[in-house]
Structures are given as C-alpha cells and as structure tokens.
C-alpha cells in the first residue's frame, strides 16, 4: 500500500499520522518534541525515531512523501537541516514547512484562506495566490495575545499585584496557585522561571473553567483574547488584499476549548469583516500532505 506521512512537529509532543491515497488515515503515532529552536540534536532524533517506527510497520518503499510541520524551523537553514538529515535517514522526498504555513495547507490546500491560531502561542496565516505570509506568532517575548499562554501569564501577573500589596486572593488566583503548588514569592518565580511555554500554558483551562462559571476576570480575559485574534484575522485580510468572501479556519486547543472565546471572536469578526466563512473544525495539521501531494501531481501532469 502506498502512503503519506504528515507530521505536526511542536514545542510539547510531535503526532506523526499517515494516510493513504485516498487520504484515509492508516497509522498514528505520538511522539516527543519536535523544535529545533529548543534543541536540534534531540528534534531530529526524536523526529528520526518517529519516521521509522512508521516506514518500519507500513514499508519505506511504499512511502511517496513526508511532510513535517514544525515549531521554530522558520529560523536560520533549520527547514534544510531537518529536510537533509530525514531524506538523508530515509530516502524519501520530504517537504520541511512552518508549523503554520502547514496548518494552513491542511485547511485551505493551496486555495486561499486565513488560518487563525491559538493554543500555547498565537498567530495568523494568510494564504493567498499561492503565497503565505504569518501575521502576529512573534513569541512571548514580543506578542502571543490571544494565546494560552498570554492568558495565564496576565492571571499570573494579577497574583503577583495582590501578593505585593497583601491584597486577599480571589478564587480564580488560589486555583492557579493551588496548581502551581504554593503560594509564596519563591512558589511563583521559580514556576514561572523554571517551565517552558506549554507547562505555563497548560495553565489555560483552569481560568477556562472559571469563566464558564461566571467568573468575571476570566471572562473579561477569554473575551479579550477572542477579541485580539480577530482584529489580527482582519489584518492579515488586508495585509494580503483578500476582496470579497474569506475562508477563515480556527486552530489551536484555545479556541476549541473555550466557548467564551469563541464566540467573542466571532462578535469581533462580524464588526471587521463584511463577508467570511468560518471553518470551525479541528483538522489535524498532518492532513496537509494529502493537499501537498495532491498538488504536486496535479502540477506535474
């Protein structure tokens, strides 16, 4: 049987998923890390290791293309480096892409579309005329509003008032502090400072929870954030000269987890935006290398 393999390559886990030509999903495997910017040497093995537990079930002769979505690689030679060594081990075509532009391909293919996300970071990507452009995704340090992470550290931030000024803890902030697993100065500087992104951000469905019980901080964040995504959306829509209806898709754990935030984007979009279809389904990232392979023959002929 011929397949494909996508890969959805990111900062927490890697899911390898392949398909066969019929774009039907025939194995699936969760693996660790997958971002160079974070350690190269462990990316690839962990990446490595995934490829041949599936070309050793499937058969490497039968796979016609790999295609790996990845966190950081838009940085420096990363996505030849990644690209070298996978077709290097394996000696099957391999297509290296930004995790978002990735994305984008499994929503849209290679038709036009904006794809908004928003799990552990945040951004948008904007596809049009067969060129794709990110719009936000600049990292915590220079942006990430609307993103999981951003909404904890915002909560974080508001303990860290109270805590200065011996202010009482609300019940929004003794459940993150519970959570975090003390409540003193050093209990917060060293979670803060001692975890990666997504271990903070894994944070997100505590202040989720609370807003859905009618907390009115929570809210006023899930809202906020909805509201940030959608004014960056309707960037990208004029950044990239869009005219008439857009295909808008919604990704990320942050958007699918939060009513709250769901529906304020979607407030928001219909302030921007005259016209717009929004595709609210999950679709697996890996699902882009139906679209890649699809085109690749379509052009070929």
Request: charged content about 25%; some cysteine; hydrophobic content about 40%.
């Given at each position: 049987?011929?397949?494909l393999?996508g890969?959805?390559?990111g900062?927490?886990?890697s ?6 030509l ?9 693996g ?20 041949y537990d ?5 058969g490497r ?34 297509i ?17 579309g904006?794809?908004?996300?928003s ?15 990110m ?5 915590h340090?220079?942006g990430?509003?609307g993103?999981g992470?951003?909404?904890v ?5 508001n303990i ?12 929004l902030?003794k459940?993150?502090m ?9 209990d ?18 505590i ?5 859905e ?13 909805g ?15 869009f ?14 987890n939060s009513s ?15 016209s717009?279809?929004i ?23």
């Amino acid at each position: 049987m011929k397949y494909l393999i996508g890969i959805d390559s990111g900062g927490t886990k890697s899911e390898l998923t392949a398909y066969d030509l019929n774009n039907a999903q025939v194995f699936n495997l969760i693996g660790e890390f997958g971002n160079p910017a974070v350690n190269l040497d462990k990316t690839v093995n962990n990446l490595i290791s995934l490829i041949y537990d599936c070309v050793n079930e499937l058969g490497r002769e039968e796979c016609q293309l790999i295609a790996v979505g990845m966190a950081g690689v838009e940085t420096g030679n990363y996505a030849e480096l990644i690209k070298k060594y996978v077709e290097g081990a394996f000696v099957i075509k391999t297509i290296v892409l930004n995790d978002a532009e990735m994305a984008c391909k499994a929503y849209f293919g290679d038709k036009d579309g904006i794809l908004a996300i928003s799990g552990t970071g945040s951004s948008c990507f904007a596809q049009k005329d067969g060129a794709g452009e990110m719009v936000g995704g600049w990292g915590h340090i220079l942006g990430d509003e609307g993103s999981g992470y951003h909404t904890v550290i915002n909560v974080i931030k508001n303990i860290v008032y109270k805590y200065d000024r011996a202010l009482p803890f609300d019940d929004l902030s003794k459940a993150v502090m519970e959570e975090i697993g003390g409540s003193t100065r050093s209990d917060i500087m060293n979670f803060i400072y001692n975890n990666e992104k997504n271990k903070i951000a894994s944070l997100f469905p505590i202040i989720s929870d609370y807003a859905e019980k009618g907390d009115a901080y929570a809210t006023m964040l899930l809202e906020n954030a909805g509201k940030y995504l959608a004014e960056l959306t309707s960037v990208a829509y004029k950044k990239k000269d869009f005219k008439g209806t857009a295909n808008i898709g919604l990704k990320g754990g942050v958007f699918h987890n939060s009513s709250i935030m769901l529906s304020a984007y979607k407030d928001e979009i219909k302030k921007r935006l005259d016209s717009y279809e929004i595709i609210e389904e999950d679709i697996s990232t890996t699902k882009a290398v139906c679209n890649i392979f699809k085109n690749e023959k379509e052009g070929a002929r």
